[in-house]
């Protein structure tokens, strides 16, 4: 194949992006199937990079990353349970590497490793950690077409305190570092609750640089019961250019989440961009709490796994649905996100440097020396698919735990220590009483 | 906990290997459970690492390593149907990062990315590739208390040729470059035939060095019906030292061919160490050419993927069965290493570095805000969840293909074009009048 | 055991029915768990049944039948497709035996067999059909303790033509039939459409008996998008003493239905008994449609039958709801009926007749051989089962076909020929259209 | 349909059985598509039946009848745990209405129902209920074209006395009732032991009728691990014209066993009708001992259930394999017998009488309202139709129990008491540790 020969520009350069003659490109836009880009040409001579609100408002897709943190669990570098970064001071060769990963995938935004890193979590290591994340994602960014995002989230004090004050003066540590390390702009992601997301957005707006706010929410609304139509509205009211959801929910239900914030905008008629990174996970099962409900998680999620064809019908329907900042959230590793590059291609006009290495639709198994699995290298056949667990013992669905709580309350108050044996029986008794 | 203090020596050292006072490890020896290691030593003062015979003659549990082909497709760096480590020259960092992976989670073995990396696959590049991940897997075992082993592989013109003379020639050309950069031992894995595997012993045998041998075989034996018995006896007898399975098949079907290995040598009278390298995907509805006849293979395996639970089952019922270089193939990422560490802890008397961002059995929850998800931080918890697939309208088991073809036919020759409609039609008729 | 005993009436007397000594049931109300009965008093020397309305003002259980289409479809008695209950004049020994059947298990209710017994669907065998389906429901019902319900259902017509004097017409002709056998009330189901329903309702008031109209529709509410609420008021307001639903949907989603109508009844401060008679399929998969639309009926619902122990939930949780004319539709086999009886027998005071075969929640594996075997004779063990398909290869949930027509259109026009390939090509391409 | 119009015998007449005018069979022998019978003629004037041998010696297919203990355990006359037959005294209405629907589906044996009735079974009431289910079964076959056949089966003591003369007394016992009540010939059936198989046939021939014998076995072979191949010498040597399997494996396990049974007999070359009586269950995940040990039996089966598509796969697979005595077992209710007797209708000439009430692969369904609907009346539609278990928290398979027994011991040992809570505790502990 063509691509093969003249797609090696990243051996010599550190100029990645690359554009497509556009004139082989006139067929109808649907699903890709074996697009074939014959002619690469260096578009990006001057190495500079639009924003994202020009990106965005160009009408251009930008591409989001995927998962760190549960990725680099996998890879040994992050502590589940605890969730926080500090493997940008202690290991930076991993975090960069992942980084190169999404950026060689197709990702347009090298989001900052700093998702907890607030002084609540990190405590006296939070500055470093802020600082060395920022550091790394610029230095990837530099490498090809990337924006460099500095993400903040929700804190674990919230729900126990609602000290707006406190609250907003961690963001704003996070942010001052943010200012420093010139970042291109801003994530606020995965909250549960809007009243915190809008003291965050409010907090961030304050630098000046545009605003993304994402909440971890599903069609039921926030964990108050606020509904996500009326989430959007006060995101945005309070200075968000880009909405949306991340995390928690799977890509279907994720963008049932973002079609009622986008009804909930046009209703109020406010505008914004829209913005989803769904898990990576199949979760038909979750209930309002998202998949840290699920029995699996985070230890069997495994068989939710999205494929890599799950991700460019996610991509497809996201992009009809008029989403375009299209990224991933836990679960999410660099091949799913190159699938969201493969399928947006023919409306990009350009592939990403990773899909050197992957035919589209399979393409790459004609080689392939059995018949049956040469047979494989087609869309239809990885389209219509029922992709099988492998697990005959196991269910396909889980009812997922909470046992009733579903808002803060003194029972969801973090623990330093080990569950005891009488708190566990207290739980079982609950679950127990409730399942009857 | 005493670990989190302790345990960092991997800051200021590139020792990482460290034994446990095993004054603390008096229970009795079972599945491991929150094993506490209260009490870390350095040990290896000398940098002196003993060879691979003598440490499992000794009775050490050596630790293999994972799958580089699939994960590195995963990341980008691998083209599926290819299947060859170009990238050892195209992107050494992400092959040295993998490796490393490797290595903190726990393996005793870096395994030059070297597969299908002959003469006959990479034309014009096979010497570099060799010479570069040869010098890769240097580097990292350095970091660490691991060996180097050159591997081979199978060759794509046995099926066709038998040319024993041409194969050999081809082994030969990659051994002279592991003699050349003085790799502690060969392995000579992935043989569907024991007559090709055999050639390949006798080939690596004249390097002096130790060889072990694995065959992607499961209890039905090799494609030619050699039952697994025999195919050990004729692995040891032709001088391999190690033998065992590797890939095709999941851990409980690869122990199964194992044990009828090793029931083969008994009945010979023979004696080699045994060696598991099994897939992370589980595989009940395998037929004898196991999982590249699967439908999912390689782009739909997602949720056949082990958790790191099953790979702890798998690591001690290798251990009770006698194996004692236990490592894995296709689907085992770093986590999947680190869990047969954890495992074998008790035995070994240390933890790998990773396991410092690992709790065991999922203790690392029980810092977790929510009361139900600290209550998984259990052993009994994660060993008796059934976890689901999340994949309602999608089955359990597939039914491979294969069409009839059991064993090399004109058919299987490879192809350097796509298959043709023509082809493919052909394949379509075959498979319903078998379906019948 | 004592019942094994002394409760052998049914081979003396024509008499069934017996209640409990009533000081042996002094326990709390909860499931059911191998109630013992060890006194049975004959209750009804004097063979006086109490009516309908009687019985549920003073708050007894009432007991309905189950499935006579299916159930005699698989009998060979009944055509698929068709429907009509010609068997009551063909092989009237098969529809009694049935009848028998659902008394001894514990019904208080023989429904007449007439179902789409109208002159629409059976031409000039209507009146015959009607008049002996009175007849044998009779014969059997003075066996035991139950009564005779004369039923309608909804028209074929309905949907093309919404002629309210021709539909009436029909519902008048059945109603004559019952007025002439007396039977001891009427029930109007089946209905997809609230006003049909009215319709029947009106009708059938005039003939001064006791009313009970059950609607086959979900939590969605009428095919014209009438909420069950809204059903639930205008079944009332026009007539009907006891209102639910039938059909259509598994007892869990049913009851959410029943649920929505109770609301509904509340909210407008109106009084109706509540009646469910629910499928004995799990579809957690339908849409608004129900079952109908699943791509397993009628000839691939075997694995979704429900077991006894979940028809024993299902009649605990609609008592709790306030239903007190429980039974079952498609599906419901005898030992259905049964299990309803035997899950309410503390409140009842009293076991049904086929209990004398049946021991409570398995307690008749007590004298099993194997071990086992025996241990499964208990409630929790029954409870927590979780049952396997013994379908490795099938899914769990099947998508409802429908392709879009979600109410009456020229495509639903009932046909006397066979679907033409050109029609076949028609639907294909618009199932295509809409998966995409 | 013609078939409709033309098929009305029954009644008018006692005498069910036609013959095809075979012009309009002309096609070719496949699974039966649509087979369309246009001529009915009338072929039994005289009454006389041949013999069992007789007509399988001209090639002719004998269709066996189905479950009794389950299904009549259904309709509430037959009690799990005990599954005796006192139901043929008790209510014999019941009985015949069960044995017409056989007849009815195709049926050209009417077997007593006698199974477990010897005399250590049923005590004093043993004769009456031999004579009794003797009558009923004569009474039945003389409304149609069908045998009477006596049937035993293995004693409830071999498995702890081995008792020859003893065992041999009961079955001789019922084997006069069958003499006196002039039977067509013998049926020795559900024998887990070749040796107590043998012995029932040394019993029966000495009638001098044509005696069957069928074992409960597997591929496995019977519970003294006697492979199928011997099993089937041994019978034939013993005397019996006819051999197979029954019960315990669902139909693809049960012709596994058959055909190994009868590659027993022509490697010894002797001779044999074959004879297949499967469970209508799915069975993949049975061990040697079948369905009684896997977790569901005997209340929680209906998922399990075949289809009566999967009923016809199994009437061709039978008959291709050569078995031409095809009946069901444990789970078959007249609709599957009907099945058997569909599929095989092109090579007997003739459909059975409750297929006027089948319209051939859902054709009954051309006339239903949905289009959709109507779509699935076609064989294209139910052969690939992978129907959904509607259990989406459930498995697909389950481990079987049996905690290590797999033969007789002594805590095979039949008991009359409940089982107590210490034997339970000592159950689970061995379970216990047998899982691990």
């Given at each position: 194949m063509e691509i093969e020969r003249s797609f090696k520009p990243y051996l010599t350069s550190h100029v990645w992006f690359h554009t497509v003659n556009r004139t082989v490109l006139g067929g109808p836009v649907g699903r890709s199937s074996h697009v074939c880009f014959n002619f690469w040409l260096l578009s990006l001579d001057t190495g500079l990079t639009q924003g994202i609100l020009e990106r965005l408002e160009s009408g251009e897709v930008v591409i989001g990353d995927g998962s760190f943190l549960i990725t680099l669990e996998k890879r040994g570098y992050v502590k589940a349970g605890l969730w926080t970064p500090e493997a940008v001071i202690e290991h930076p060769d991993a975090v960069r590497q992942l980084h190169m990963e999404f950026l060689r995938a197709g990702s347009n935004v090298m989001q900052?490793?700093?998702?907890?890193?607030?002084e609540d979590n990190m405590e006296s290591k939070w500055e470093d950690v802020n600082a060395a994340a920022c550091d790394l994602a610029r230095e990837v960014a530099g490498k090809g077409d990337a924006l460099v995002a500095g993400g903040i989230c929700q804190t674990s004090i919230y729900k126990y305190h609602k000290d707006e004050a406190r609250i907003k003066k961690l963001f704003r540590q996070q942010l001052e570092v943010f200012a420093w390390k010139n970042v291109d702009f801003l994530i606020a992601e995965y909250f549960e609750h809007v009243e915190e997301a809008v003291w965050a957005v409010e907090t961030l707006i304050a630098s000046g640089k545009p605003v993304a706010a994402t909440m971890c929410i599903g069609p039921e609304g926030d964990l108050h019961g606020v509904p996500p139509g009326e989430c959007a509205v006060r995101l945005v009211k309070a200075g968000a250019s880009i909405i949306g959801v991340n995390c928690h929910f799977d890509p279907t239900i994720s963008l049932k989440t973002v079609k009622l914030m986008k009804e909930g905008l046009e209703a109020a008629r406010l505008k914004a961009h829209l913005m989803s990174q769904p898990l990576a996970y199949h979760t038909p099962?979750?209930?309002?709490?998202?998949?840290?409900?699920?029995?699996?998680?985070?230890?069997?999620l495994e068989p939710r796994v999205a494929t890599r064809w799950d991700i460019q019908k996610y991509a497809r329907e996201a992009y009809n649905l008029g989403v375009r900042y299209i990224g991933g959230c836990c679960g999410f590793e660099p091949y799913h996100i190159r699938a969201i590059a493969e399928e947006l291609a023919p409306e990009r006009g350009f592939l990403p440097p990773a899909s050197e290495k992957h035919g589209s639709w399979?393409?790459?198994?004609?080689?392939?020396?059995k018949p049956w699995v040469r047979a494989r290298a087609r869309k239809e056949y990885w389209e219509n698919l029922r992709i099988?667990?492998?697990?005959?013992?196991?269910?396909s669905m889980s009812k997922p735990d909470?046992?009733?709580?579903t808002k803060g309350t003194a029972e969801l108050m973090q623990q330093k220590e080990a569950t005891t044996e009488q708190q566990l029986k207290e739980l079982f008794e609950k679950q127990k009483f409730k399942s009857q």
């Open positions: 900052t490793f700093t998702f907890s890193a607030s099962d979750c209930n309002k709490q998202g998949f840290i409900d699920l029995p699996e998680f985070p230890f069997g399979g393409s790459g198994l004609d080689m392939h020396t099988a667990s492998g697990r005959p013992y196991n269910p909470g046992w009733g709580v």
